[in-house]
């Protein structure tokens, strides 16, 4: 979210993503796959280097991305990840699979709004990561913060949505509802006595909320 100059001269800065990695960036923006933007995954990594996670739970796993990251990232932690949908989930199943992190990454096909149960067997998480469908980030959050350890961190990504929730310029009548919700999740979230939480404008916006 910042201006444009200035986003392309630190995405400059980042190093180049490992050979597997830029593939799946390729693939992403050629097919309209939504992945987390460089800024933003790179921010998110550090923090999750800082805080040295055991468990993760990721909410979308779409087609791997950001699943991969981290466990590049924490070759220690393990990846518990969600996604609905059966073409990228097969696609994510192949792509952990060429990099050799089928053991330390556990898929879970379904609507994370129907995986509780699941879930709830891995369970505690020292970080829970929710990148999936935006209008339904509050009910994510309600469902599975409980199974966070106290002290334990939240990231949402896109919760700037492009700029939207603050300019509110949307022409459909469907993003502008989906606007409006991202907008009452921010703002749910900050005012969340349970978390101390700061938006980043960085990448699509990101959302990092510690449970106090």
Not at 44 to 62: H, Y
Not at 98 to 104: I, V
Not at 144 to 154: T, W
Request: glycine share 6%; no cysteine; proline share 4%.
């Amino acid at each position: 979210m910042l201006n444009d100059k200035l986003q392309e001269y630190l995405d400059s800065l980042i190093h180049p993503r490992q050979d597997l990695l830029g593939e799946m960036e390729e693939y992403a923006q050629q097919n309209g796959v939504p992945i987390m933007e460089p800024a933003g995954i790179e921010t998110m990594l550090q923090l999750l280097r800082i805080q040295q996670p055991e468990m993760i739970l990721e909410v979308g796993t779409a087609i791997g991305y950001s699943a991969l990251r981290m466990a590049f990232a924490l070759p220690e932690a393990k990846v518990v990840t969600l996604e609905r949908d059966e073409d990228r989930f097969m696609l994510a199943v192949e792509y952990i699979r060429r990099a050799a992190k089928q053991d330390q990454i556990i898929q879970i096909k379904g609507d994370a709004l129907k995986l509780e149960q699941e879930v709830s067997r891995y369970a505690p998480f020292d970080t829970i990561f929710i990148d999936a469908a935006k209008g339904q980030y509050k009910r994510f959050f309600e469902m599975y913060s409980s199974y966070l350890k106290p002290g334990g961190m939240i990231v949402t990504d896109n919760v700037l949505f492009k700029g939207l929730v603050y300019h509110q310029e949307a022409e459909s009548k469907r993003v502008r509802s989906l606007v409006k919700k991202i907008d009452e999740f921010n703002r749910w979230l900050s005012s969340n006595p349970e978390y101390d939480t700061i938006i980043l404008p960085i990448g699509d916006g990101v959302a990092v909320s510690k449970k106090r």
